[in-house]
């Protein structure tokens, strides 16, 4: 905790200590409620269960465990909880591999819808469900890899003390802060989202000349790369509320390093720290108002629920909800 003097500076940061556990609590129950509803839509739906959905649930998970891990484990360790020096440094690699796991899933959709448009004949051939799944566990896989480095020794020195007496668990007591800026931000963040960029570009280039190709074409080709136009730019959007959300964490840790006597204020680390969580909550919300096949089914869930409830005073009606139409 940073160190003040004076009572009514000590309760201003108590103040705004509370303040963050509160919003940090509140963005955890949205990330958490928001993104278990992705999951049961996609299981309810059969028109969801393609490989593109299969990358969408290993997002949703990754954002559940924001809420169900990153969040406590964040609060914990910003509260200063004494810890050993390793199981302090495990709990900080823990925030960055579910970290790495959204930007790897978020590059699988990416690779997924350039596939579809690149090859979409043989699309259904190379891009299999089984496939899919096979690429969601090689991301976590490689997530576990690249968040784990710490402690394989490119950690914080420790000093005579830290080695057998408890410390105060801080993240950047322990994580290197050249790690966090040339190995977890320029390699594992701005590479995979300059990908990511130069990938949807090049989709929105295919199918804008393939719609200008095909203007007097089939009907049907032209729906065809009009529905995936659509997909596209809500993929495109859920991307760059991620690039939005934590490229001002990585700023601030990027001015820490690189300046060292520059103060960030506590205040705007909050905000940084508010931000990058917060995005676990967005997703649910562009998949809902941008998805029309993932907004149908919501409705059809909500709809048994309000059944649900008047079956409880009246007589339900007969017949299942047509939650799998392929709208």
């Known amino acids: 905790m940073v160190e003040v003097t004076s009572s009514p500076g000590m309760e201003q ?5 509370m303040m963050y556990i509160s919003i940090e609590s509140t963005i955890a129950l949205a990330s958490v409620l928001g993104n278990v ?13 393609d490989p593109t959905f299969c990358f969408i ?8 465990a924001v809420g169900t891990l990153v969040i406590p484990l964040a609060v914990v360790i910003s509260l200063g909880l004494k810890t050993s020096f390793y199981t302090c440094l495990f709990l900080s690699c823990l925030l960055l591999i579910i970290t790495q796991s959204s930007i790897l899933s978020l590059m699988a959709i990416a690779i997924d819808r350039y596939l579809r448009i690149r090859i979409p004949t043989r699309y259904s051939i190379v891009v299999t469900q089984q496939r899919a799944w096979v690429a969601v566990g090689l991301c976590w896989l490689l997530s576990v890899l690249a968040g784990l480095v710490p402690m394989l020794g490119w950690h914080q020195a420790l000093s005579s003390n830290s080695s057998t007496s408890p410390i105060e668990c801080q993240f950047m007591a322990v994580i290197r802060m050249d790690y966090m800026v ?3 931000f320029f390699g594992w963040v701005v590479g995979p989202l300059t990908i990511m960029t130069g990938l949807y570009a090049e989709i929105f280039r295919v199918i804008r000349c393939q719609l200008n190709r095909r203007a007097e074409a089939v009907a049907d080709t032209s729906k065809y790369y009009h529905k995936e136009l659509k997909l596209a730019k809500s993929l495109a959007l859920v991307l760059f509320l991620f690039t939005l959300c934590w490229l001002p964490l990585h700023i601030m840790n990027c001015i820490t390093y690189f300046c060292p006597h520059c103060q960030v204020p506590k205040s705007a680390l909050y905000v940084g720290i508010f931000m990058s969580h917060g995005n676990s909550a967005l997703n649910p919300l562009v998949y809902a108002f941008r998805i029309q096949r993932f907004r149908t089914t919501l409705i ?7 059944l649900c409830k008047a079956h409880e ?5 007969s017949g299942p909800l047509p939650i799998n139409e392929k709208t």
Do not use: K
């Open 313 to 317: 005073s009246g007589p339900y009606p």
């Open 57 to 64: 649930v290993s997002l949703a998970l990754a954002d559940i």
């Open 37 to 49: 509803l992705v999951i049961l839509v996609v299981s309810l739906n059969r028109a969801l269960r």
């Open 300 to 306: 059809h869930i909500a709809q048994r629920c309000v």
């Open 182 to 184: 040339y190995f977890n």
């Open 13 to 17: 940061w108590e103040h705004v200590d």
